[in-house]
Every structure is written in C-alpha cells, then in structure tokens.
C-alpha cells in the first residue's frame, strides 16, 4: 500500500506563540531578593564579583525611566562582560571569583536603582580583530516590553578607547552616543558608575538588534 506523502502542509504547520510582556511576575521567578522571597541555595543575583576576583572592582547603578520620565519600578536587567583582561570566560559557577552574568531589578522602593557589583571589563577584541572598548552589554525586561532591549554600558573615563569602538562609531550621533555612557562617582572610598536608562522620548538610550 502506498503511504501518504508524510511532508506537512502548510496547514499542519504551527503558529509562532505571540510575544509576551514580562509581567509584573519576573521578579517572583528571577529577582527573589526584590520580591521579598527567599532565596535559592544557588542564586544568579547581582554579585558578580568576590573580593579576591582580578581587577578593579566597581559599583554600577543606575536607574531604568519610561517616556513619561517616571522610574520603572517593576524591571529585569540581566548583564553579562568580559573579565578584567577583555576575555568572555565560559560557563557559570558561584564558586569561582568572577562570573561574567549576574542579574539585577529595580525596586518599588526608594530611588527605585538597580544596582551591580562586578570589576571593570578589559578591552574586548572581535572576531575581525577591531578593538571594542571595556563595556558591560545589558538587557532589560519589563512589563509592556515584548522582547528584551539590548543596549551596552561604556564607561565615560575611556575616552580613548571609546574615540576608536568600532561599535559606538557605527551610531552616527554623538549625542546619541552619550547616553550609553556611565559617569564616574567615588563614594565613601569606593568607585561608583551611574547610567540611567531611558526607554523613550528625550534622552531615549540607543539600543542594538543583536
């Protein structure tokens, strides 16, 4: 007996699942600490760097405001680096000194900031050999968002690897360039960079598709 033709038809193929906002629930899955649960044994959490991790050790804070320049009190940002020497070390252990991901969320409390912990990224070579300037990428996640924004934290103090970024020379606005660049604070003896994220209107902070 012949079999049927097994190829699927157009009308046995599935639709692509329509995209979700985060919700005001990502903290309860991801943000343990902000939502007020306890916390796992084995928790990606903001710390990304111990005391004895190589490099200069900073602060980066920041907030995160919509169009109508109010804090985003609700938002996932997920961050992920180079080590102090430039290099992207695979794989993932709380145990080890640096881990080049952590997570961080904003807060319905206070100024609302979120906040990592982690050392300053050395310079990052690409696959064509050009030379990316120290940068943190970023993503962020919250409610009214359908797909993650990516954008990138530059830090304002490397003028001159920022003069020759292949990447911040691809945006041809140097107004626009600015607003991925974090400023430099020292407090009570520590160093502190502040970047705040707007997702529209004036100011908006340029995002990437990739």
């Not at 970024?165 to 003896?189: M, W």
Request: charged letters at 25%; hydrophobic letters at 40%.
């Amino acid at each position: 007996m012949k079999q049927p033709n097994s190829t699927p038809t157009a009308e046995l193929m599935l639709r692509e699942t329509a995209s979700q906002t985060a919700g005001p629930y990502v903290h309860i899955g991801l943000a343990l600490d902000v939502a007020g649960l306890p916390e796992r044994e084995e928790e990606i959490w903001n710390r990304m760097a111990k005391a004895e991790a190589e490099g200069e050790h900073i602060e980066v804070v920041g907030t995160v405001i919509d169009g109508n320049g109010d804090p985003v009190r609700d938002a996932l940002i997920e961050a992920w680096q180079a080590d102090s020497q430039g290099v992207y070390r695979p794989g993932f252990d709380l145990e080890q000194p640096f881990n080049g991901f952590g997570r961080t969320a904003t807060t319905a409390e206070g100024a609302s900031e979120w906040r990592l912990e982690t050392i300053k990224p050395g310079a990052v070579t690409r696959g064509d050999g050009k030379v990316m300037a120290p940068h943190i990428n970023l993503a962020i996640f919250a409610r009214g968002i359908n797909i993650q924004l990516q954008t990138r934290l530059y830090f304002e103090d490397e003028a001159q690897a920022n003069a020759s970024c292949p990447v911040l020379n691809a945006i041809e606005s140097p107004t626009r360039r600015q607003t991925l660049f974090a400023k430099r604070e020292e407090v009570n003896g520590k160093v502190r960079y502040r970047l705040d994220i707007r997702l529209q209107g004036e100011g908006e902070t340029v995002f990437f598709d990739f």
